[in-house]
């Protein structure tokens, strides 16, 4: 048992080494670049002056709220995508029928990239929070479906035949074998779906918005404000990167699901 329980952990501080190595290796190579004349100081700002902008940027109530912004239109597309898409997905894949005709829609729509359907949100619904929400959902809850039907072809039958056999009614079978089968791919799917969010809602707002850290993101570079620039990746990324460790993390909790 205590092996199991210092796995998740080591692992935890592993990953945590290994992005902090990747970082310092990052920081290395682009003030290495300066240093050599590869890159001028107009163009890549030194390190120290963008780490001087991020923390400047997080003290700024008008950033602040920008960030806010832009976490409540992701919160909000992402609490409708996920829930949505994968009860949509189960219900398409437990329908021998619905299954032959949706699933080659679904995975031809997710073919297709979502930024040339942009416009038609605007269209449809203005420059305003709902466009963001919307098409934060359409470009997310496609990746959500398609893992929802892998969850669902992941479940066992002769587990659900077996706990049939004794006797589980329909809520327990969903408790006890379809849940625990699911939940690692579905996991899986949440992390997924996060990137795909963040990332259309970004986008939206780089292509239209008033508010919000894609606007920001577009201001900066059409204005050559390189060390804002920068610095509002950089944010974005830690964000996104400590997003994803979290998920991970309870991700791996969740790993004796598997077996």
Same mark, same amino acid.
């Given at each position: 048992?205590?092996?199991k329980?210092?796995?998740? /952990?080591?692992?935890g501080v592993?990953?945590?080494?290994?992005?902090?190595?990747?970082?310092?290796a990052?920081?290395?190579?682009?003030?290495?670049? *300066?240093?050599?004349g *590869?890159?001028?100081?107009?163009l890549l700002p030194p390190?120290?002056?963008?780490?001087?902008?991020?923390?400047?940027l997080?003290?700024r109530p008008?950033f602040?709220?920008?960030?806010?912004?832009t976490?409540?239109?992701v919160m909000?597309a992402?609490v409708?995508?996920?829930?949505?898409?994968?009860?949509?997905g189960?219900a398409i894949?437990?329908?021998p029928y619905?299954?032959q005709?949706?699933?080659?829609?679904?995975? *031809?729509?997710?073919?297709?990239?979502?930024?040339?359907?942009?416009?038609m949100f605007?269209?449809?619904?203005?420059?305003?929070?709902?466009q963001k929400?919307?098409f934060?959902?359409?470009?997310?809850i496609?990746?959500?479906?398609?893992?929802?039907?892998?969850a669902l072809?992941?479940?066992?039958?002769?587990?659900?035949?077996?706990a049939?056999?004794y006797?589980?009614?329909?809520s327990?079978?969903a408790w006890?074998?379809?849940?625990?089968s699911?939940?690692p791919?579905?996991?899986?799917?949440?992390?997924?779906?996060?990137?795909f969010?963040?990332?259309?809602?970004l *986008?939206?707002?780089m292509y /239209?918005?008033?508010?919000?850290?894609g606007?920001?993101?577009a201001?900066?570079g059409?204005n050559?404000?390189l060390?804002?620039l920068?610095?509002?990746?950089?944010?974005?990324s830690?964000?996104?990167?400590?997003?994803?460790e979290?998920?991970?993390?309870f991700?791996q909790?969740?790993?004796?699901w598997?077996?």
């Amino acid at each position: 048992m205590a092996s199991k329980a210092g796995k998740p /952990a080591s692992g935890g501080v592993a990953g945590l080494v290994v992005w902090m190595a990747a970082l310092g290796a990052l920081f290395g190579i682009w003030q290495g670049a *300066l240093a050599l004349g *590869l890159m001028q100081p107009e163009l890549l700002p030194p390190v120290a002056d963008v780490l001087a902008t991020a923390f400047d940027l997080v003290r700024r109530p008008s950033f602040l709220g920008h960030v806010g912004v832009t976490m409540a239109e992701v919160m909000v597309a992402f609490v409708i995508a996920v829930p949505l898409g994968i009860l949509a997905g189960t219900a398409i894949s437990e329908s021998p029928y619905w299954s032959q005709v949706l699933k080659p829609i679904v995975f *031809l729509i997710f073919s297709i990239p979502k930024t040339i359907f942009l416009p038609m949100f605007i269209l449809a619904f203005g420059i305003n929070f709902g466009q963001k929400v919307g098409f934060g959902v359409f470009s997310t809850i496609f990746i959500v479906l398609i893992s929802s039907f892998s969850a669902l072809e992941s479940i066992t039958s002769d587990h659900v035949r077996v706990a049939r056999a004794y006797g589980a009614t329909r809520s327990q079978i969903a408790w006890r074998v379809y849940l625990p089968s699911m939940a690692p791919i579905l996991l899986e799917a949440v992390r997924l779906a996060m990137i795909f969010n963040l990332t259309g809602i970004l *986008l939206a707002e780089m292509y /239209a918005s008033r508010a919000g850290l894609g606007q920001l993101i577009a201001n900066w570079g059409e204005n050559f404000m390189l060390k804002e620039l920068l610095a509002g990746i950089l944010l974005i990324s830690a964000a996104a990167i400590l997003f994803n460790e979290a998920v991970r993390w309870f991700e791996q909790r969740c790993e004796h699901w598997r077996t």
